[in-house]
């Protein structure tokens, strides 16, 4: 196999944020300790960079297409999942600027920028060796930016629990690869399912154990139950906009693998592996949301509410229909603007307030109305109130479910999206109600910050009103699967 | 045939004992070196299997570089005394039980072939050659293989992020 | 497998053994020699014409010395270290080719004990990377505070320089396109390779002379700091095995830069002659440890951080670069006749 021109061409964002990486780690020897802010922007901008080509010049065909040997598959799944892991990237770096100290580290941009770079390639790779190489690109970054701040007790404690449990449930999701390898001589998961629909495999009690323990991976990344014992600690301790790009992108690109891998590899066995996810997802989206009920840290709050919203984009994949890939698909988009600007006020509040207590968020919306108002269209989302983006992405994720006949999942969503409204409220009402001595001190938010939270509250808007666009997307990702 | 299912029995023997004595050994040291051994039994498994590369690959990549840095860091530490390290009340029968599941489906695995995969087929004796080697990993795999580069490079940086201390801009 | 095959390559290892522990012995003398030559001095003269019978002596000194093994020491691993110090040094030779086919009592025999093997040079970069924890074990159990220093400065520096060392096998197996060490003798029929890669010559010896820990590299048994280093609570024949084991890679280091970048076996009437080459190999191997001798004579024992900043600071990145350079010449002029 020579080099085709072609190749190198659909891995072009790849290597341009390979480059980003390069120019940013000169920059940060370069720039003096004030200037060094600007990392930030020029991740944001060469993120941007990225974006804009792959938007408009490489969108796939309606023919997906395999290249470098069948390793990555060009269709509409890996782009849509591609623009959400930019675009996240991006915001958090913009975000992550105005962090004390480590927002002046130049590593912290290289770390989210390689991270980034894994999740591109794992929601492209179709090569379980490739798939593995880029779970872990993405993820030994994340342990690394979780623990940055080294001088805090508690983000050395994220890093290491994120890291501990990381490679355990790598570990084990890298054992049930070598199964499936080891059953039928293949890595890539379409020539995988094509060996499944043999009868003599199709039968094998081997098979289902594999799956469940590629199953233990995935749910680690997708923090779902039993695996999301990480999530709050993680979020705690781990630097805020970080905690926000653990609970936004890395989710979106483990959905993608979820969807990827079991759609395509068994979808022989979708009652028996989708009746286990709707446990999954039930039991996730119920312990999420209880739990969140007793938080009293915004931080530990949003936490648990990511693993319950796991557990709300689960129905759509236990479905394994079209329609459950495509609300799949929207939920996460959804979930990704919403989430980030959760994060985003509470790494802006957390800064100048000095602590993520829920109880500190008294008199907000005094000192800064502007931010309590991109909280509230952030908390709101989350609930799945109209008309913002929450809601559209759970009424599709309900009616896939409803549409399969799994009348019973969509109810346990609909009572446990009434639980997460009642906390979400809660923690409005400290924002608005209540008050607290320095009710007076105006807020500054810094330009950077709002720029983001501007964009972020626009795109939850625009998602929740203008849904056509998004539904298409989202729809072609889940026909060209 | 006789010599190598013979060598085989002993080597894996060996690589098995290896393996509990590291888990068991009091002694940090004493578990390194158990994990040497059992790494360089693996190696000449391999080497059996006719892939010779992949055996001396084991052997200078395992038990070589990376051995010597966890020797190292233990002795470094002075790291060597293992205390018992506390577990929880339900973990041991758990274990055990898990332990007796996998050695049960082992054994039905290995007794009745439920997959009906017979022998494993023989490879191409050439198929470890280092140039064969090659060709595989920079035609087929050569995506993979990048990534990877990036993946230690990231890891490297990581690493130095998380435990330098961070002074040296203060002195220019 | 016939018998005869297996009986070949036992008297093979034997005679490699033999070849091994002899060099051994008569490179401490040549040593002392060179050393007492080069500081203007006479150096062993009284065992034996010449003093040739030195080695001997020193030997049946030894034996007789009395064993101590620490009463703290973990005394297993005190006992094995020296052994797995010793037996790296001696079998890393086994795939150096001593001279090409020769034909003896009507069998056509490699002069080497493996034979020709294509993975020859990973097998040596493997023994190299694991001939390490002799010398860390000793300093560990040892459960000496010199000893112990001296094993993690042992570690530290090897790994660090064993980067290059494989980094510097590098030029000529792609000058050779193969991994064979035949292979590579064979390929430098029209030019030594040490023309065509001088910084990798340079690159690997400086990484050899750090491997074997030989002055300037001699940190672990640094004596003015660290009494004798790794060995400090080792006497007899225990200690012997040690010293042992530095002379013995000392030969088996300049074996094989002879072989990858001076032309092996290769000389003048080979072809006609297969029998001259392991003598061409034992005068280029005797010119090579001259020039270890010699530095030993002559420089200066380094601080350790200065050697820690050389290996990764300049000679690394220069391997590195001879690398590329190798690489990008082959890619770029594939007609150069290599």
Request: glycine residues 8%.
């Amino acid at each position: 196999m020579s080099l085709d021109p072609s190749a190198i061409l659909v891995i072009l964002p790849e290597i341009l944020l390979v480059v980003l990486a390069g120019v940013v780690l000169v920059l940060d020897l370069a720039l003096k300790d004030e200037q060094r802010r600007l990392i930030g922007w020029v991740t944001a901008g060469g993120l941007l960079f990225v974006i804009i080509p792959l938007l408009f010049f490489f969108r796939p065909g309606d023919n997906p297409t395999l290249y470098w040997g069948g390793a990555i598959r060009v269709d509409w799944l890996s782009f849509v999942f591609k623009l959400l892991a930019f675009f996240g990237a991006a915001i958090t770096a913009i975000l992550a600027m105005d962090y004390e100290v480590i927002g002046k580290r130049g590593e912290l941009y290289l770390l989210l920028i390689i991270s980034t770079l894994g999740m591109s390639v794992m929601v492209m790779a179709t090569d379980l060796i490739l798939l593995y190489v880029a779970i872990e690109t993405t993820s030994i970054p994340l342990y690394a930016l979780a623990g940055m701040r080294t001088k805090s007790d508690k983000s050395v404690e994220s890093g290491f629990k994120y890291l501990l449990f990381g490679a355990m449930a790598s570990a084990i999701m890298l054992y049930g690869f070598s199964l499936l390898y080891g059953m039928t001589g293949q890595t890539n998961i379409y020539a995988l399912a094509e060996l499944f629909q043999q009868a003599e495999l199709s039968s094998s009690p081997m098979l289902y154990g594999s799956a469940i323990i590629i199953l233990v991976g995935f749910t680690f990344k997708i923090s779902a139950a039993p695996m999301h014992f990480w999530a709050p600690d993680v979020y705690e301790g781990a630097p805020t906009p970080i905690a926000g790009f653990l609970s936004t992108s890395s989710k979106a690109a483990g959905f993608a693998v979820l969807l990827r891998v079991f759609l395509v590899a068994f979808p022989e066995y979708a009652p028996q592996w989708g009746t286990a996810l709707a446990v999954i997802s039930t039991v996730t989206m119920t312990i999420g949301n209880m739990i969140a009920l007793a938080q009293k840290n915004i931080k530990r709050l949003l936490a648990y509410s990511s693993i319950a919203h796991a557990g709300y984009a689960l129905i759509g994949v236990s479905v394994a229909s079209v329609l459950g890939v495509t609300s799949v698909a929207y939920y996460m988009i959804a979930y990704l603007a919403t989430n980030l600007a959760a994060f985003g006020v509470v790494a802006i509040y957390g800064r100048i307030a000095g602590s993520d207590e829920i109880s500190s968020y008294a008199g907000m919306s005094r000192r800064s109305p502007t931010l309590a108002l991109v909280m509230l269209v952030a908390f709101l989302s989350l609930a799945g109130m109209p008309p913002f983006g929450g809601f559209i992405a759970k009424v599709f994720v309900f009616a896939a479910a409803i549409n399969a006949g799994l009348i019973w999942l969509a109810v346990v969503g609909v009572l446990n999206s009434i639980i997460g409204l009642y906390y979400y409220l809660t923690v409005l009402k400290v924002v608005y109600l209540h008050r607290s001595e320095n009710d007076e001190v105006p807020l500054t938010i810094s330009k950077s910050s709002g720029f983001a939270l501007g964009l972020l509250v626009v795109a939850i808007l625009l998602i929740g009103t203008v849904f056509a666009p998004w539904f298409n997307w989202a729809a072609q990702a889940a026909l060209g699967l | 045939m006789i010599p190598d299912i013979v060598l085989f029995i002993i080597l894996a023997l060996v690589a098995v004992a290896s393996a509990v004595g590291m888990l068991f050994s009091k002694n940090a040291i004493y578990s390194a070196l158990n994990l040497i051994l059992n790494f360089s039994s693996v190696a000449v498994l391999y080497l059996i299997l006719g892939a010779p590369f992949i055996a001396l690959a084991q052997v200078t990549v395992y038990a070589g570089a990376i051995m010597v840095l966890f020797l190292f860091v233990i002795m470094l530490l002075g790291a060597e005394r293992l205390r018992r390290s506390e577990t929880l009340p339900y973990q041991q029968p758990v274990s055990i039980i898990l332990a007796a599941i996998l050695a049960v489906v082992a054994i039905y695995a290995l007794l009745f072939r439920p997959l009906g995969i017979e022998a494993a087929s023989v490879a191409n004796p050439d198929f470890s050659s280092p140039a064969a080697m090659a060709e595989m990993l920079f035609n087929e795999y050569l995506l993979p293989f990048e990534v990877t580069s990036i993946l230690l490079l990231v890891a490297m940086i990581g690493a130095i992020v998380l435990t330098r201390k961070r002074q040296r801009r203060v002195q220019r | 497998m016939d018998a005869a095959l297996i009986i070949e390559w036992i008297i093979k290892s034997i005679l490699l053994l033999v070849i091994c522990i002899t060099g051994f012995a008569y490179l401490t003398f040549y040593e002392r020699k060179a050393l007492a030559r080069l500081q203007v001095r006479i150096g062993p003269n009284r065992a034996g014409p010449f003093g040739l019978l030195q080695p001997v002596a020193d030997g049946i000194k030894l034996i007789f010395k009395e064993e101590l093994i620490p009463e703290k020491a973990d005394r297993l691993i005190f006992v094995l270290a020296p052994v797995v110090t010793v037996v790296p040094a001696l079998v890393v030779l086994a795939v150096l080719p001593f001279g090409g086919v020769v034909n003896l009592f009507g069998r056509e025999i490699s002069l080497s004990v493996a034979g020709d093997v294509n993975i020859g040079i990973l097998y040596i970069t493997a023994i190299t990377s694991i001939s390490v924890y002799g010398i860390v074990l000793a300093g560990w159990s040892s459960n000496n505070k010199y000893a112990a220093m001296g094993g993690i400065r042992s570690t530290a520096q090897m790994i660090s320089y064993e980067l290059a060392l494989g980094l510097g096998f590098i030029g000529p197996i792609l000058l050779a396109g193969t991994m064979s060490l035949n292979g590579i003798v064979e390929g430098q029929r029209g030019m030594w390779y040490v023309v065509y890669q001088p910084l990798g010559v340079l690159v690997f010896m400086i990484a050899t002379l750090a491997e074997v820990n030989r002055a300037p590299f001699d940190m672990p048994e640094a004596e003015q700091e660290l009494t004798a280093g790794y060995h400090t609570e080792y006497s007899g024949m225990k200690f012997a095995l040690f010293f042992m084991a530095e002379y013995v890679k000392m030969i088996a280091v300049s074996a094989i830069a002879a072989t990858l970048f001076f032309g092996g076996y290769r000389g003048p009437f080979i072809d006609q002659v297969p029998w001259l080459g392991p003598i061409y190999l034992l005068i280029k191997v005797m010119i090579l440890l001259f020039g270890m001798i010699w530095v030993r004579a002559t420089l200066p024992r380094l601080r350790y951080d200065q050697l820690m900043a050389f290996g990764w600071k300049i000679l690394l990145p220069v391997a590195l670069l001879n690398v590329l350079l190798t690489a990008g010449v082959i890619m770029l002029f594939p007609g150069l006749g290599v």
